[in-house]
């Protein structure tokens, strides 16, 4: 089967691209630096021939409101509308848990108009939601830092490791549409401000942190479940131990 990876040499996308070869798919990694631009269409129609399945894990250049919600609006549609006209079967696109539930946060807001359109969509589809991964837990103690102390909400978190996140989203893309959205999350729940206590305590960071009620989340106003499933949900296997141990191994086996 050809799958179709839309930001296929990213982080997700490139774990994506290639497990899928490992189980035998024809996977095409397309991104700018492949010749494929979903802002401007450029490449999508040559990419989608002879498609079946596409796994959108795009991220924008920047991060800023209206040019984020532009990314988002601009590059789903030209995508959406070049799998109709190659007959794609299943679209599948990584979302927020969370998402429609977090006020002040640009990023989230744009995810919310892509989602939109894909529920809008004839293509059928599939939406995973999942938690912050943890490869991102010292970006988050970094964004928090002020005068050499972490503020961090204390409020509930549930990180998830991007092999997790590759594992679920390939299965479901193997799998038959849900016309709809799944939540996905790691192992195990606690205070966001905990976790990335135990993060940096385990990368020798010296850095002090702090449970701060008023802390946001990139901009956006939390709540005790503003960032964690709240129903069903699939979850990982790999807990924060775990890949940190992995982590360890690999910093071990590359110095």
């Known amino acids: 089967m050809k799958i179709v990876v839309i930001g296929g040499t990213g982080l997700i996308g ?23 631009n979903a802002i401007t269409g450029a490449g999508l129609d040559d990419v989608l021939r ?24 601009d ?24 998402v429609d539930r977090m006020e002040g946060n640009a990023y989230f807001a744009a995810k919310c108009v892509q989602e939109r359109l894909i529920a809008a969509s004839p293509v059928p589809y599939s939406i995973v939601r999942a938690t912050q991964f943890m490869e991102f837990l010292g970006t988050i103690a970094d964004l928090s830092t002020a005068d050499g102390t972490v503020r961090l909400s204390p409020h509930q978190f549930q990180p998830i490791a991007a092999d997790d996140v590759v594992a679920i989203i390939v299965e479901i893309a193997l799998g038959v549409p849900l016309d709809g959205i799944v939540d996905i999350a790691g192992p195990e729940r606690g205070a966001m401000h905990a976790f990335i206590g135990t993060y ?7 850095r002090r942190v702090i449970a701060d009620d008023k802390a946001t989340y990139f901009g956006g106003s939390m709540a005790e479940n503003s960032l964690v499933p709240t129903g069903r949900m699939r979850q990982g296997r790999m807990t924060l131990g775990d890949w940190l141990d992995r982590m360890r191994l690999t910093d071990t086996a590359t110095a």
């Open 200 to 206: 940096l305590r385990a990368t020798r960071d010296a």
């Open 75 to 98: 590059a789903t549609r030209n995508l959406l509308e070049a799998e109709r006209k190659a007959g794609v079967q299943h679209h599948v696109a990584l979302s927020i848990v969370g």
């Open 50 to 73: 002879g498609a079946h399945v596409v796994i959108d894990v795009t991220n924008p250049p920047t991060y800023e409101g209206d040019a984020v919600t532009c990314f988002f609006r």
């Open 14 to 36: 490139a774990k994506a691209v290639a497990l899928l070869r490992e189980k035998g798919h024809e996977a095409v990694a397309a991104s700018p630096s492949t010749g494929v």
